[in-house]
């Protein structure tokens, strides 16, 4: 009993560990199928981790924090969509040059607002998301198997969990059973194709870059109000390029994307839950534990998951022919 429970408590951090990275493989899927390379991930989290938890700690409201952590991922968006979608120029540059400015002016602004070294004050009270239990869920905790599996594992999670998984239906659903989600995939294989038809291309692009946008806010507001209680420097911690080699992982599909988040968050959990693990008098030290996702991410990107091959017109600037 006491290794089921020890299981369910892995599964339970691995849940609240994947949050991020599904909002976030969610966000560059929309933006990927529609043709636009997102490398921005991991600064748009990060400029919504420092608004969401800055706004949240002046005002006392989480909600306003959210909102505003929302904004300053689409900002981060429409610099990304007008670089890339309106002047036509490199999309992976253009998101690493997000990802700098987002580093940067994350913790100077915090410094020169807060003066606390980069940081946020903690948030407590109303500036932070809280559990949401589920009913009965104290009253079953008791029974066995079936109570900690759904006191512990399903209930007592943030609203923005539940939103996160919730959007793996909703994505799977607008991508490949509306009209929209039709012409976004269209957009990504034959723009030319879709201009003939007399649909916007450069509309389509835009729309999936701020869908990006939005998720994105939602991932940084949930690591710095949820998942944590706080702005701190580099907080995504490269969550954002996890996220991406999530996507590849998933070869693009939304079902596959939320396992491959999992996995994910399971090494990550593992890596929080065992320190200094021995296998037969070898101890494994806590260093090579937390490196374990990193690791897989450059097992992936190297190709070791078959050939992902991505949306076709993926990372080309659409010319409209005269």
Same mark, same amino acid.
């Given at each position: 009993?006491?290794?089921?429970?020890?299981?369910?408590? !892995?599964?339970?951090?691995?849940?609240?560990?994947?949050?991020?990275?599904?909002?976030?493989?969610?966000?560059?899927?929309?933006?990927?199928?529609?043709?636009?390379?997102? $490398?921005?991930?991991?600064?748009?989290?990060?400029?919504?981790?420092?608004?969401?938890?800055?706004?949240?700690?002046?005002?006392?409201?989480?909600?306003?924090?959210?909102?505003?952590?929302?904004?300053?991922?689409?900002?981060?968006?429409?610099?990304?969509?007008?670089?890339?979608?309106?002047?036509?120029?490199?999309?992976?540059?253009?998101?690493?040059?997000?990802?700098?400015?987002?580093?940067?002016?994350?913790?100077?602004?915090?410094?020169?607002?807060?003066?606390?070294?980069?940081?946020?004050?903690?948030?407590?009270?109303?500036?932070?998301?809280?559990?949401?239990?589920?009913?009965?869920?104290?009253?079953?905790?008791?029974?066995?198997?079936?109570?900690?599996?759904?006191?512990?594992?399903?209930?007592?999670?943030?609203?923005?969990?539940? !939103?996160?998984?919730?959007?793996?239906?909703?994505?799977?659903?607008?991508?490949?059973?509306?009209?929209?989600?039709?012409?976004?995939?269209?957009?990504?294989?034959?723009?030319?194709?879709?201009?003939?038809?007399?649909?916007?291309? !450069?509309?389509?692009?835009?729309?999936?870059?701020? $869908?990006?946008?939005?998720?994105?806010?939602?991932?940084?507001?949930?690591?710095?109000?949820?998942?944590?209680?706080?702005?701190?420097?580099?907080?995504?911690?490269?969550?954002?390029?996890?996220?991406?080699?999530?996507?590849?992982?998933?070869?693009?599909?939304?079902?596959?994307?939320?396992?491959?988040?999992?996995?994910?968050?399971?090494?990550?959990?593992?890596?929080?839950?065992?320190?200094?693990?021995?296998?037969?008098?070898?101890?494994?030290?806590?260093?090579?534990?937390?490196?374990?996702?990193?690791?897989?991410?450059?097992?992936?990107?190297?190709?070791?998951?078959? /050939?992902? !091959?991505?949306?076709?017109?993926?990372?080309?600037?659409?010319? /409209?022919?005269?």
């Amino acid at each position: 009993m006491e290794l089921f429970l020890t299981i369910v408590q !892995v599964l339970d951090s691995t849940i609240r560990l994947a949050t991020p990275l599904l909002l976030a493989c969610l966000a560059g899927l929309y933006s990927e199928r529609a043709g636009i390379f997102d $490398i921005g991930l991991e600064g748009k989290m990060l400029m919504a981790a420092f608004f969401s938890a800055a706004v949240a700690a002046v005002t006392g409201s989480v909600w306003l924090g959210l909102l505003a952590g929302i904004a300053s991922s689409l900002a981060l968006s429409g610099l990304h969509g007008l670089a890339s979608i309106t002047f036509r120029g490199n999309q992976l540059i253009s998101g690493v040059a997000i990802n700098f400015l987002a580093a940067g002016m994350t913790v100077l602004v915090a410094q020169d607002w807060f003066q606390q070294g980069g940081r946020t004050p903690s948030l407590f009270g109303g500036g932070r998301f809280e559990p949401i239990n589920f009913p009965f869920a104290e009253a079953l905790s008791g029974v066995p198997i079936i109570g900690p599996i759904y006191a512990e594992l399903l209930s007592g999670h943030s609203i923005l969990v539940y !939103v996160a998984f919730l959007m793996v239906p909703a994505t799977w659903w607008v991508l490949f059973r509306t009209r929209f989600g039709l012409r976004l995939r269209a957009v990504g294989e034959n723009p030319a194709a879709v201009d003939t038809a007399g649909v916007s291309v !450069v509309g389509l692009r835009y729309a999936a870059v701020a $869908i990006c946008g939005v998720l994105c806010g939602i991932a940084g507001a949930y690591l710095a109000t949820a998942l944590q209680a706080g702005f701190v420097k580099d907080m995504t911690a490269g969550r954002g390029f996890i996220a991406l080699a999530a996507l590849i992982f998933a070869k693009w599909r939304p079902w596959h994307a939320m396992w491959a988040c999992l996995l994910f968050g399971l090494l990550q959990a593992v890596a929080l839950r065992f320190q200094n693990i021995d296998l037969g008098g070898i101890i494994i030290p806590v260093q090579v534990m937390d490196a374990l996702p990193y690791i897989l991410t450059v097992v992936i990107l190297a190709g070791f998951v078959g /050939k992902a !091959v991505p949306p076709r017109a993926g990372g080309e600037p659409y010319v /409209k022919e005269r």
